[in-house]
């Protein structure tokens, strides 16, 4: 068993690929940082270039805020992990707020129909790269979210836009990075020594950290979105959740956020105080668990970002693990403790 770590692609899945063009006219872009800067520069064309984004945030969201020559003002969460509404006239006129769904556990919809009530001008940009579910919420301008983190595919993202449309007249290149993550995940699939698939799934990790501009999604991207059956995947994960939920409990884990039968988690974190040695020993139980994130010199003064970084482990619940791999996850975190 081996539970965590990038999704691996078998080549049967995309054996339509070959004869596939795309039926919709929907533009993918490459990954979440893509979708950002495409939203950045439409907004730029009419609003100042400033920016409020929370400091309990990757450092690719800082980056594709740089990249698309925004002026960052950060903003500390409160502790359900929302803009405070309170510092409101923090942000000056036209200017942009983001907000992140947070593991897809944060329900924004009533904090931005405040927002958008008294402060219309503000363009609000909500963030569901970790929820892929949650896209289509209808007070944002824009959101946005990434394909990669919740299904077998190397690339992919899109943007929601409210009353406008992204009108780029620009013709986007494909971005370079899915192809060596394209054969890493075929490589993952068939069972080759880690280093080998990880070496290609690095490269690929490589390539996206060295572009700062706006590229499209692969082909593969366009049909993993058009032929997979995302209600399937949706009910997997809530079944996962739920299960890791009780058996965690059970056990007395100390989970970030309450049981929520609506949410669709990307995974479920907990906090633990022996976090580093406890991911450490899941290791030898070819357990792979994700943190979210270490932190960075823009954030290292921000104590909830401060804390994550520290203590919470991400439990793993997507559509790859069957009801025997989540009881595994738990009981060897159990022993581990
Ligand atoms: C909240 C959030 N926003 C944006 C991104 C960027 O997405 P991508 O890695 O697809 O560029 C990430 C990536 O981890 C993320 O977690």
Known sequence: MRIGGEFEINPKDLKGLPDFSPKSNILLYSNGRSALMAILSHIKKTNPSIIHIPYYICPSVVFACEASDFQIHFYELNSSFSFPIENLESIKKNEVLLCVNYFGFIESNLLFQRIKEDRPDIIIISDQVQSFWKNEDIWPDYSFTSFRKHFPTPDGAIVVAKNTELNHNKYFDTNTFFWP???????????????????????????????????????????????????????????????????????????????????????????????????????????FLPIHWPLADYNSTSLISQRMAEKELSLVIDQRYSTAEMEYQINCLIKSL
């Open 181 to 287: 993550k394209f054969i890493g995940s075929v490589l993952k699939h068939y069972h080759v020594h880690d280093s080998v698939y990880l070496k290609f799934l690095k490269e690929g990790e490589c390539k996206i950290d060295a572009t700062n501009e706006i590229t499209k999604a692969s082909e593969i991207a366009y049909y993993i979105f058009e032929n997979t059956n995302f209600e399937t995947i949706k009910q997997k994960r809530k079944e996962n959740y739920k299960l890791i939920f009780e058996l965690g409990t059970k056990h007395g884990l100390n989970f970030l956020f309450p049981y929520n039968e609506n949410t669709v988690p990307l995974c479920v974190p907990i906090i633990l105080e022996s976090r580093d040695s406890v991911k450490a020993s899941l290791h030898s139980s070819n357990i």
